[in-house]
């Protein structure tokens, strides 16, 4: 899974087995360490009643519905979006996505377990 969060959104793109595991209704979390006793978790988990994101501490969770997981994991949309007032005004952007294989090699970029890329043939 990747994260990306720029300004007010924030985005996850997930391999093809970690939609699966949202499509039967499991969690797929994953971390990142910045040193002795700093990590950063971020998750995404099934049952809310809507999609949304939350910051506890030092974890970021998105959560979606159980049914638009498994639709969206068994049909050809490519991501879910939604949109969360987060107060004074301002709206935190939530997108899932697919994660499609890089049309170029990348150095360090595993794409073993992404979706094909649809532009990669004609």
């Given amino acids: 899974m990747k994260l990306r969060i720029r300004g007010d959104s924030i985005r996850l793109?997930?391999?093809q087995a970690e939609v699966t595991a949202l499509a039967e209704g499991?969690?797929?979390?994953?971390?990142?360490?910045f040193g002795p006793g700093s990590t950063l978790t971020y998750?995404?988990?099934?049952?809310?009643?809507?999609?949304?994101?939350?910051?506890?501490?030092?974890?970021?969770e998105v959560a979606i519905p159980a049914d638009v997981a498994?639709?969206?994991?068994?049909?050809?949309?490519?991501?879910?979006?939604?949109a969360q007032d987060v107060g004074q005004g301002r709206t935190l952007r939530i997108l899932v996505e697919k994660d499609f294989a890089c049309l170029?090699?990348?150095?360090?970029?595993?794409?073993?377990?992404?979706?094909?890329n649809p532009n990669a043939s004609c």
């Fill in 26 to 33: 499991q969690s797929v979390e994953e971390s990142t360490g």
């Fill in 104 to 116: 170029t090699a990348r150095p360090h970029e595993d794409d073993a377990d992404a979706f094909p």
């Fill in 70 to 82: 498994r639709a969206w994991a068994t049909g050809d949309a490519v991501g879910v979006e939604g």
């Fill in 13 to 15: 793109r997930l391999t």
């Fill in 43 to 60: 998750a995404i988990v099934v049952g809310a009643p809507t999609l949304s994101a939350k910051l506890t501490g030092t974890r970021v």
